[in-house]
């Protein structure tokens, strides 16, 4: 068993809070997307859970172990660092090598295990270069070998594919779950690509200015999001404020719109629509059903993307997104005036 458990840590830098009271779970043999911006601390997460920091405040167990006092070679754990951190003198084989002769693994056994891992990620032929002969994704690849070469029970990968072109990254990331799987490793993945968290993660957690925001499966984070940061970070949303009745929310230009839960009375609030929830339908078209919302809005841009089209709206001066599918109806054009619709099911309160 390895599950990661992080337990109200805290991590300051001088006065400034890296990390603050943040509790996970990191299930055994899960993926686990770790998303944020830049300096909300996703890498000082995962160095304190390898041993690299330590919490000021709060306790990491791995395996139900707590592992305060355990030095990093004793934790088991494989880490992809953000800036690979290669031996710039060592090749490519002696890199990936490296963890398992400070183990003390036969030479053998250490040529089996890394001619495994360096066809793992399509580096064959490459074991006698050095890093600086090889491309940001090349050295992305060794640094993703060395990780996995010791079997680690847990595997941290901060941001492992970010220089990886598209076709090699969605190749790596379908390899990466093939492996992780495969070894039942459990996995924190950390990334800024909103597409491979949803895609590739179990659970996932967003993290800002240093506090765990959201936490959970990706479709639950996605559809129920329960504040505006995390409907914005992760996927598109429309946001729209108003003063709260019930499941109501009236706009300040008089406009009604439904949620599909109640507020608390009263209140200000703001609630969230995803793109892909409005349809769009020309103001002379068919009437609103029940159960929706509507608005009218004027398109100001259209971005054709192949499968699917953008469309920017102007709606009492803010501008709305919607995305429709390219299903070969003739697309509305700039400066046409429309009604948006969308189910009051797809209208989320945010808190
Ligand atoms: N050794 C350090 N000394 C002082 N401040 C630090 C140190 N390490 C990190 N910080 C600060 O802690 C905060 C969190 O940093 P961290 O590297 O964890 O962010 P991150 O979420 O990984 O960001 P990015 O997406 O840019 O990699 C930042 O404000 C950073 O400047
Ligand atoms: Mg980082």
Aim: charged share 20%; aromatic share 6%.
């Amino acid at each position: 068993m390895a599950e990661v458990t992080v337990h109200g840590v805290s991590r300051f830098f001088g006065s400034h809070a890296a990390l603050q009271d943040v509790s996970i779970d990191f299930p055994d043999g899960g993926f686990y997307g770790l998303l944020g911006p830049s300096g909300s601390g996703k890498t000082t997460l995962l160095r304190m859970i390898a041993g690299f920091d330590f919490p000021d405040a709060g306790a990491i167990a791995i395996g139900g172990e707590d592992v305060a006092a355990l030095p990093v070679q004793r934790r088991r754990i494989g880490m992809v660092f953000q800036n690979y951190a290669l031996f710039p003198n060592m090749s490519v084989f002696d890199n990936i090598a490296f963890g398992l002769s400070v183990r003390g693994v036969a030479r053998k056994e250490t040529r089996d295990r890394v001619e495994k891992a360096v066809d793992l990620v399509q580096l064959s032929g490459l074991g006698a270069r050095r890093p600086h002969q090889l491309s940001g994704g090349q050295r992305q690849r060794v640094a993703l070998a060395r990780a996995i070469v010791t079997r680690p029970q847990v595997l941290l990968l901060d941001e492992p594919l970010s220089a990886l072109d598209k076709s090699l990254r969605v190749g790596m990331q379908i390899e990466l779950k093939r492996i992780q799987r495969e070894v039942g490793i459990t996995t924190i993945f950390v990334t800024h690509d909103q597409e491979e968290a949803l895609t590739m993660s179990d659970r996932i957690g967003i993290l800002r200015d240093g506090r765990l925001e959201q936490e959970g499966p990706p479709a639950e984070i996605y559809d129920n999001p329960a504040s505006e940061f995390a409907a914005t970070f992760l996927g598109d949303a429309n946001i729209f404020r108003g003063t709260v009745d019930g499941n109501t929310i009236h706009l300040a230009d008089g406009t009604c719109l439904h949620c599909r839960e109640a507020l608390p009375p009263g209140t200000r609030a703001a609630c969230a629509v995803r793109p892909e929830r409005i349809m769009i339908r020309s103001t002379a078209g068919p009437v609103e059903a029940a159960a929706m919302n509507s608005l009218p809005a004027r398109i100001t841009k259209r971005i054709f993307a192949g499968n699917s089209i953008t469309y920017l709206l102007n709606w009492q001066g803010e501008t709305l997104k919607a995305f429709a599918q390219n299903t070969g109806t003739t697309p509305f054009d700039e400066g046409a005036a429309v009604t948006l619709h969308w189910a009051v099911e797809s209208t989320i309160p945010l808190s």
